[in-house]
């Protein structure tokens, strides 16, 4: 789910689970992060604020 | 275990008073800059009494109400400048833990932390049963300097003599006179599995939960057991705070190096004549430990440094090998929680890294898919190997590209450990690994394994590979 809601930053691996592209997010994509990183069911991913 | 002369100990340095109740410490000679250390005047395999400990150590007073705070600060401090760094396998600082603990809210606890889940190591269980005093020490002056009033000793479940002897120790303790003033020990049990000595795994466990590792927040140091700010430290690792309090920061340095200073208990076994739990200086040469194991058995086949989440180094690196994480990291190895093991030539390295690899993939929390699906993938990829009958590059590519695709993808170290394994390993044994990928199963296949396993574990006591020749 996640996979298809920021496909820019995340891709499956072979059994489904996300890999998730390191590069920070443009504030383009910020809504879109943080809708992929609300709609997982186990809450798995966190939307982190860069502290530099 | 090396035997020792005593060492006699300097009367305590941080207490501005004696204890009350004690007889003055009378001067003692400063302890010289040698080992043994942490295995100072053991004379057997028979646990230190508490009297024994105090007579080879000297005594350190635990204040509680105005001159804690102090005292605490001082032995952060110490501790501190000592830089001494966990020993449980993550090397974390032990002062900046304590800071963290220190500063979150509430009454912390300590949690002693002797889950030993490696089966190559030994060094905690060996502390517990011949040395418990100093890895209470250790934790009952963490408890002083944090002002908690609980230590929570944890030892495997199925460690029946390590609970027997934390036991009685804890009973001496007790009987001892201003032992109500000191925080409260308690002996707590912790499933044997490998994840199960985890830190937050623990923490979990303590709380009534799985023994499985969380990385969400809060973490331990926070909120851990009962919610309180929980330090965990390895039972090794509180040893030698005990030793820290009694002679301080710059005595600590004097053995070991710059960068890694003090002493550390090391397991070695394999194709030793004598394998066991020895300490050395970090530093010092692999051979040097080897000679006093009493020298190699047979010819070694290849090196494991820190157990089954470490690295292979082929024999050819004996001669070399300084035990250090400064020397063995640019070899992408390190000592781990201070495992040594030797393979014998005889061996088969492909059918030893199968089991344990098989193994690695079932002791997983379950939790985290890249883990679960990852190092099961791993596990029959060097599996098809051993069986043969398969293209080694291809095998190979996909070892690599399986390891590049798990590490850092699950909630704990394990699998990143089970991928270091696996591909030094390959590494280490390509020749192994493509003969056996074109022929299939060695003579050496079915001999009784040299990886040590939990009974139970694996499939009986050796390696069965299908297909392999009788």
Redesign the interface.
Same mark, same amino acid.
């Given at each position: 789910m996640c996979a298809e809601l920021l496909p820019e930053r995340i891709t499956l691996?072979?059994? $489904?689970?996300p890999?998730i592209d390191p590069e920070p997010i443009p504030r383009s994509l910020l809504d879109h992060a943080r809708r992929a990183a609300q709609a997982c069911p186990t809450?798995a991913l /966190?939307l982190e604020r860069d502290q530099d | 275990m090396s035997g020792s002369p005593s060492l006699t100990s300097e009367s305590p340095t941080l207490m501005d008073e004696t204890p009350a109740g004690r007889e003055p410490a009378g001067l003692r000679p400063a302890p010289t800059p040698t080992l043994p250390r942490l295995l100072a005047g053991l004379e057997s395999h028979e646990a230190m009494s508490l009297d024994d400990h105090l007579a080879i150590h000297g005594d350190i007073a635990l204040h509680r109400g105005r001159g804690r705070a102090r005292e605490g600060e001082h032995l952060i401090e110490e501790i501190e400048h000592s830089g001494l760094r966990g020993h449980g396998g993550g090397g974390f600082p032990v002062a900046r833990k304590l800071r963290a603990v220190a500063g979150a809210r509430g009454r912390p606890i300590v949690v002693v932390n002797a889950a030993e889940g490696e089966p190559a190591s030994q060094k905690d269980r060996t502390l517990l049963q011949t040395l418990p005093h100093l890895v209470i020490d250790g934790g009952l002056l963490c408890a002083n300097a944090l002002g908690a009033r609980e230590v929570i000793i944890c030892v495997c479940e199925s460690e029946l003599s390590s609970q027997e002897t934390v036991a009685r120790a804890i009973d001496e303790r007790r009987r001892m006179p201003g032992a109500g003033r000191l925080a409260e020990l308690t002996l707590a049990t912790a499933p044997s599995g490998y994840v199960a000595g985890q830190e937050s795994a623990l923490v979990n466990h303590l709380n009534g939960g799985p023994a499985k590792p969380t990385f969400?927040p809060p973490m331990p140091f926070q909120q851990g057991v009962r919610r309180r700010p929980t330090l965990v430290n390895n039972a090794e690792t509180l040893a030698h705070v005990a030793l820290i309090a009694r002679h301080g920061a710059h005595w600590f340095r004097e053995l070991g190096t710059e960068a890694q200073p003090g002493s550390a208990l090391i397991t070695i076994s394999g194709a030793l004549a004598h394998p066991g739990v020895y300490e050395i200086e970090y530093g010092a040469p692999l051979n040097s430990l080897i000679a006093a194991g009493g020298g190699l058995t047979s010819g070694a086949r290849a090196v494991l440094l820190g157990g089954y989440a470490g690295a292979w180094l082929g024999a050819e690196y004996l001669d070399e090998l300084i035990l250090s994480e400064e020397h063995l990291g640019p070899h992408g190895a390190t000592l781990g929680a201070g495992i040594v093991l030797l393979l014998s030539e005889a061996a088969c390295p492909v059918a030893e890294t199968a089991r344990v690899a098989r193994w690695l993939a079932e002791e997983g929390a379950g939790q985290c $898919?890249?883990c679960v699906? $990852?190092l099961d993938a791993l596990a029959l990829t060097v599996e098809a190997i051993a069986a043969g009958g398969v293209n080694a590059a291809r095998c190979n590519q996909r070892i690599s590209r399986l390891g590049g /695709?798990v590490y850092g993808?699950g909630a704990c170290a394990h699998p990143d450990g089970a991928v270091r394994f696996i591909t030094s390993a390959a590494r280490t044994f390509a020749a192994e690994f493509a003969d056996h990928a074109e022929h299939g199963p060695c003579d050496a296949c079915n001999r009784p394994s040299e990886l040590p396993l939990p009974a139970g574990a694996g499939r009986g006591g050796s390696t069965r590979i299908p297909g392999a020749r009788p």
């Open positions: 691996d072979e059994w $489904g689970y890999v809450f /966190l | 969400t $898919g890249p699906n $990852g /695709l993808r």
